[in-house]
């Protein structure tokens, strides 16, 4: 019970002393012993709010409807129909709000908005037995009571955080009325992403270039050059416009996003010098507070209740050392470059702490606070993993924090993340209620007779993520974390939850999961092969993938959002699969395959060139051995290394191939690089680290003694994922012969 929640007995309870809480009977028989009243100009809300009773009322009793008893005892008052004023003032220090009121005569439900209201409702059912698990029917539990009773009570409910966002849910309807049944609600953090909008490079770029910033000498209008007050003044003006017509009063100030900030003389000496430790670039916290601060004073000489809202992220994520934000200025903290396989206070994860420690310097010199976490490996393709014990500490740490509220960005799968958006969603409203009883109602209420073995199941994969020492982004730790092992043991879980749930909807619960298991071993075994150069094998993983991919998008309500799924398995890692499939088969050969480890020598100042380190007749005995496809520059301890890695790998080429035309192929190199074979120089590419790449070596290579394959990659932008370097499996395949033209 938190210190906002304020729970009054009533009254006629405490007089009844010993005799315990009175009932009041709704239902017996199936007749409604009440009668509603409504406001008398309803709310589309309120309206809700009375049909959803009834219809939650009639199922559970057990019945389609309800029949009127002749003489109803009780009034159900809703909304501003409900007669008390003392609770209704207790209830409005929240716009979400609500009190709910039991006594003999009388149950009234209301909140401080017509949607407040509704979450009495709901809440009044929860009380009841009610639960919405996951949206849809098939989350949805209403026990049949037959006779429906209430106790006594008086409650007034205020949400911990005033703003509770889960942003992304997939799949409309269904989605937008579990959001309502959970709660979930309040001010929304505006977009903040903002100089663009708000000194637009259209409207002043070709007349004012001194307007943006200062880049190699050059103004390009990536950012603003914000020590220049002619910005300052237009930033205000366009704000104050902004309100004027459409009656905003929340505005995001934040830089575009991206970097190029401006490098003017005016603007660096509003820097203090500070360095963020993961960009390694100069922090320009205190000189965007200087931009923020001017723009809020001059919007609050016309408008002073109009509030701001910046990203706190980027070269702007450090607390400013100088320069306190104005009270209005809300940052939400979105560490997109952290770690997002663990949650704060893991001692496992150095970055998570970090994270912990931003929120409670920025709480400390601003009133609001906004956590706009991660709550999935980004840019993965949506592989089951469970946050639930990440989620169960940083909200509780958020309130003790001081957070206002959360947009936290999830690509929610239900199907992949099982009881996460429950559990988010409940400590949202209320932080401090006990997190392994709300699992344990959870388990016992969704799975029924499997719930031992479905418990099993999600808490030893809460434990794999938690444990795992890995902190790259997308999938790529996946296969480390769901060892061989780990496998067998979630299997096991699976089989015995499956033998148990003979009934529906049980079985239905299990079988969700066990098609997003089935997703996660096709994944698994799509790696395997990859990594063994067996790529029909893989790209039958990635075909199956997709089917279950799409099975999940597809289900009603969908268990996965598309674009969180299938469509990052397309981006990130079909085109090396069906790459390595096509250049293998129909008559297309595998020529070599490249070994997971290259000597390899870090580059910072980038003199590899003139000294030749492409040359055979440098010797790399001192060099170091880095591993490719099986681990990413994080997992060796390169995670924020920006600048240049030589690869050397040596080769030999049976003689059978010579006067076969010979390609060398890179699944993925992160982010530029330039190839030389024995010397020779091939080419150069740019990718991106997941599109894969190929130069023709034919002229190079000998067949008579070994050959040395040399590969410089740079990767200099900071890509949030931790990669870098050669990422993914090298071979040199060989295309099939062209036929002899057919004689005429
Ligand atoms: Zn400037
Ligand atoms: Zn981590």
Redesign the pocket.
Known sequence: MTLRRLVFIALVLTLSGLAGAESVTLVTGGRAHYTVRTPEDPDEMELKAVAELERYLARLAGREALEAAETPSVTIEIGDAADNDILRERASADQSGFFIEVTPAAVRLAGTTPTATLYAVYDLLERLGCRWLMPGQIGEIVPALGTVRLETMSVVELPDFASRHLQALPGGEASDEWALKMKLGGPTFPGSHSWNRLVPPDEYYETHPEYY??VDGERVPTQL????PAVVAIAAQSIIRMHEETGETWFGIGPNDGGGF?E?E??RALDTGDTDPLTGEVSITDRFLTFANAVAAQVHAVHPQIKFAFYVYHNYMRPPKKVIPDPSIVPAVAPISLCRLHGMGNSICPERNYHQWLIREWTKICPEVYHRGYSYNLAGPNLPLNYVSRWAYEIPFCKRAGITGFRVETQMSWANYGPLGYVMAKLMWDAEQDSHALLDDYYTKFYGPAAEPMQQYWTYMDRLRRNAPYHTGNAVNIPDIYTPKAIDDLSRWLRAAHDRARTEPYAERVHIAAESFRYLHAFLRMREAAEEFEWGEARAALDEMREVGQWMHDYDPPLMEQHGGVARLNRFWAREVEQGQERTHGGNKLVHAFGDSWRTFMDPTDIGEDLRYFSPRTDDGAWKTLKTYSQSWSDQGLRYYKGVMWYRQTVSIAPHWAGRRLMLWFGGIDESAKVWVNDTYIGECETNGWEPVEFDITHAVRFERDNLVCVKVTNNRLNELGTGGITRPVMVWSPKPAEPAAEE
């Open positions: 910033a200062m050059c914000t020590s220049n401006c003017c005016s603007c």
